[in-house]
């Protein structure tokens, strides 16, 4: 099979998804490695009907890969995981809609465009968590312990776009972190962001039912296949706090080999969106560098 991984150049040289791509070339595949966020590219070229057999997402929230699996997807082509499910779990603010709407332990969530309208939510919601719409690996999220404190990291946060802001769920400082392998659960405990001193080893944990039965349904209800779920294990059990496509599946047995051999899975199944009307055939412009600078074909090769 051909494959196209796109990998922001947060994770260039983080061992998720790399070696999975270095696995697959390993198994006779084909795999090119496009990093749109340092790279020029004919876009309208880059992406064509039968280019590949799937294209592969790694970037962080809001980063330009995201637009090219859509245009990937867009031309008929299957995505990893299905692209509308990755909109839906990269905004932050629309996941919280769509879980709870659908019956997932998702706490009440504020968002406002402006940290000062952070400023209207009723004392008696505090503390709160209050982090950006889009982020991702931990960026800006904080604790906001009273209004007052919100006056004092309010600042911090201008120039984060949409803010979303969740009542604190109490906890024991740890987060549990499961993973869903092409429908094998994985539970990680770590230490919270929120509370880096409690020195917790990351490490593989016994998952409970209730959690593992929460987890399953996030993906029904968001449409994925490879992906992780932050819980926490609060006063009035388990509540989800972020849902990530594909994470990086650390502590996960054999982690390289069962995300490679899901993501053939479903390059072979297929989960492109469907678009009226066949698309044109496009023509590669060629000449790129080793990172696909003008066109396709000549990406990054594994």
Same mark, same amino acid.
Request: hydrophobic fraction near 45%.
């Given at each position: ?100 709407? /659908?019956?997932? *332990?998702?706490? @009440?969530?504020?968002? &406002?465009?402006?940290?000062? %309208? $952070? #400023?209207?939510?009723? =004392? !008696? ?124 599946? /650390?502590?996960? *047995?054999?982690? @390289?080999?069962?995300? &490679?051999?899901?993501?053939? %899975? $479903? #390059?072979?199944?297929? =989960? !492109? ?30």
């Amino acid at each position: 099979m051909r494959l196209c991984f796109l990998v922001e150049e947060h994770y260039r040289r983080d061992g998720m998804p790399l070696d999975v791509a270095r696995q697959l070339t390993a198994w006779g595949h084909r795999v090119d490695v496009l990093r749109p966020g340092d790279s020029l590219m004919a876009i309208s070229e880059a992406v064509r009907a039968g280019s590949h057999d799937a294209w592969v997402l790694k970037t962080v929230s809001g980063g330009p890969g995201l637009t090219l699996l859509e245009a990937a997807a867009a031309v008929g082509l299957t995505t990893v995981n299905d692209v509308r499910s990755i909109r839906g779990v990269r905004d932050k603010a629309l996941a919280a809609v769509i879980g709870r709407t /659908r019956g997932l *332990p998702v706490p @009440v969530t504020y968002a &406002a465009a402006r940290w000062e %309208r $952070l #400023a209207e939510i009723p =004392t !008696a919601e505090y503390p709160l968590v209050v982090k950006p719409a889009d982020g991702s690996s931990g960026r800006a999220v904080r604790l906001v312990r009273s209004p007052d404190h919100l006056l004092e990291v309010g600042p911090e946060l201008a120039g984060e776009g949409l803010l979303i802001a969740q009542p604190y769920v109490p906890n024991s400082g740890t987060d549990l972190k499961v993973y869903c392998v092409d429908g094998e659960l994985f539970a990680t405990e770590r230490s919270s962001p929120l509370h880096p001193g409690q020195g917790v080893r990351e490490r593989q944990v016994p998952l409970p039912g209730s959690v593992a039965r929460i987890v399953a349904q996030v993906g029904e209800v968001f449409g994925l296949d490879l992906y992780g779920v932050d819980v926490l294990l609060g006063p009035d059990g388990p509540v989800v706090v972020d849902i990530n496509d594909f994470p990086s599946f /650390r502590q996960v *047995p054999d982690a @390289v080999a069962r995300v &490679a051999r899901a993501v053939l %899975r $479903l #390059a072979r199944s297929g =989960t !492109a969106v469907s678009v009226p009307g066949e698309p044109a055939a496009l023509v590669s412009a060629g000449g790129a560098d080793r990172y696909g600078q003008l066109g396709f074909g000549e990406g990054e090769l594994l």
